[in-house]
């Protein structure tokens, strides 16, 4: 299985003995990696992984020790200080690290801290982007994250903070207030007081919400719910962690782009979702 995928011509980076490499391993379909994630794959004598990567993704990396480092939602974070410091002591041992995380490393991944722990004791490291969750897990739900017609800016937020709490620092008004799409990160737990700060500040009850679980793995689900209903929807299908959840008109573009379904025989439901009165193609 390995050997069939075979990296296309390129002088690859090559994984130094004493190297910290810092990969995103996007957000769970292992054909969502990098060929540089690939790359690192194929050289690292240690892979350290989170919960969030699929096992699936290790198989490419037979002959590494692989080391599970995951820890869920907002847990103290001493053990992220452990996990560091475990990089550093490998690299000084002369492995090949790769260290790899869910979606993109640096999207609210702790992937910053750990790469700075790595050069504050002169870890020479690499980072190695993913595709984020937040990113491409909605466009496995038929989401454009962006689309001309519905949004010029998107928001990116985590629900809850390093101690697991509701982000006490985010001015969730002035994020109501300002933005066209809001996509939360880590915000199941705390989704009763997210949507009711987001109502507050004005937003309408109707507003479209989908929350996208275990998004581009087997096991995704979707649930298209209102601002107003998506506490008791969320409750009432079930919905587990983790999940990307969606605000904005973004999702309707869903009715017509939900080419998972389609594939599975679906038809659109609607081919005007914005109800523009115009044809979608016009300029
Ligand atoms: N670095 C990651 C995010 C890490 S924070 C990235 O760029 O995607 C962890 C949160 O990411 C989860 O709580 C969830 O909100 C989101 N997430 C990651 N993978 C996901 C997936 N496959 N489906 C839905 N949400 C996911």
């Known amino acids: 299985m390995t050997d069939s995928l075979t990296l296309p011509q390129k002088n690859w980076p090559v994984l130094e003995p004493g190297w910290v490499w810092l990969c995103g391993a996007g957000p769970g379909d292992p054909g969502l990696l990098?060929?540089?994630?690939?790359?690192?794959l194929r050289q690292a004598d240690v892979v350290i992984y989170d919960a969030l990567v699929q096992e699936a993704i290790l198989d490419w990396a037979p002959n590494a020790k692989h080391i599970y480092a995951g820890k869920r939602g907002g847990k103290p974070s001493a053990k992220q200080r452990d996990i560091s410091l475990h990089l550093v002591e490998l690299a000084r041992k002369g492995k090949r690290v790769l260290r790899l995380k869910g979606g993109d490393p640096f999207v609210f991944g702790r992937g910053g801290e750990e790469a700075q722990t790595l050069v504050q004791h002169g870890v020479p490291i690499r980072i190695i982007p993913g595709i984020s969750a937040g990113i491409g897990g909605?466009?496995?739900a038929g989401i454009p994250v962006t689309h001309r017609d519905v949004n010029q800016s998107v928001t990116f937020v985590t629900g809850h903070d390093q101690t697991?709490?509701?982000t006490s620092s985010l001015?969730?008004?002035?994020?109501?207030?300002?933005?066209?799409v809001i996509v939360i990160y880590m915000g199941m737990k705390h989704i009763q007081r997210?949507?009711?700060?987001?109502?507050?500040?004005?937003?309408?009850?109707?507003?479209?919400?989908?929350?996208?679980?275990?998004?581009?793995?087997?096991?995704?689900r979707v649930l298209e719910t209102t601002l107003g209903s998506c506490v008791a929807d969320i409750d009432a299908a079930g919905l587990e962690p983790p999940a990307i959840i969606c605000v904005g008109r973004s999702v309707l573009m869903r009715q017509v782009l939900d080419w998972q379904?389609?594939?599975?025989?679906?038809?659109?439901?609607?081919?005007?979702?914005?109800?523009?009165?115009?044809?979608?193609?016009s300029a």
């Open 34 to 40: 990098t060929l540089h994630a690939l790359n690192a």
């Open 138 to 140: 909605l466009a496995y």
């Open 164 to 166: 697991g709490n509701a």
């Open 171 to 180: 001015d969730w008004k002035a994020i109501a207030q300002g933005s066209q």
């Open 194 to 220: 997210i949507s009711s700060e987001l109502l507050n500040a004005g937003r309408p009850t109707s507003e479209p919400v989908a929350i996208v679980t275990t998004a581009t793995t087997e096991d995704q």
């Open 261 to 281: 379904g389609m594939a599975a025989g679906l038809t659109p439901r609607n081919l005007d979702p914005l109800d523009r009165g115009r044809p979608a193609e």
